[in-house]
């Protein structure tokens, strides 16, 4: 209504169709001239713009799951050479109880060899010392008999010889 009340008031308005006929076609051209030289160039920069960031989005990605690999890789190789490392460490262990093991059985047997060879010579000292003193004692019976044979004997004379051999042994035992 409002369009009406002023068609009314402006009576001596006319419509001329050729100038709006030149408008929608300068429109055209100028939006055409735009799109040719302004809208293609901006809609191909910003499909470029739009293919390198997916593309860069891409290999992002792509580089994400290269470096989950590589820690997945560095992870089974870290549990390897822990596993590695342990087992070196038991073997190492085992070693070592084996050498220990062979060491005191070699020991043992070294002490049971200088026993053995300890005892021996003890028995050879001892068996010595006694054919030592089976010696003296037949050396001394000899020589008490030769001094008995050769001197008459009283009581009082006899227990002087004998203390006196005695005291000669105990000598003798502390000489030797």
Avoid at 29 to 41: G, K, V, Y
């Amino acid at each position: 209504m409002t369009l009406f009340l002023i068609a009314e008031e402006l009576p001596n308005i006319t419509i001329s169709i050729q100038p709006i006929l030149v408008h929608i076609v300068s429109f055209l051209i100028f939006f055409l001239l735009l799109s040719r030289f302004l809208f293609t160039p901006i809609r191909k920069i910003l499909q470029a713009r739009s293919e390198k960031f997916e593309s860069e989005y891409s290999e992002v990605k792509k580089f994400q799951a290269e470096l989950q690999k590589k820690i997945a890789e560095y992870e089974q190789h870290l549990t390897l050479a822990e596993e590695e490392k342990r087992q070196i460490i038991l073997n190492a262990m085992k070693q070592a109880e084996e050498y220990r093991k062979e060491i005191l059985k070699k020991a043992d047997g070294e002490v049971q060899e200088h026993r053995e060879k300890a005892l021996r010579n003890l028995e050879i000292e001892i068996e010595s010392r006694w054919k030592a003193l089976r010696e003296k004692v037949l050396d001394t019976t000899f020589r008490l008999a030769e001094k008995l044979l050769e001197e008459e004997l009283t009581e009082a004379r006899q227990k002087k010889l004998l203390n006196k051999f005695i005291e000669e042994i105990t000598d003798e035992h502390r000489a030797g």
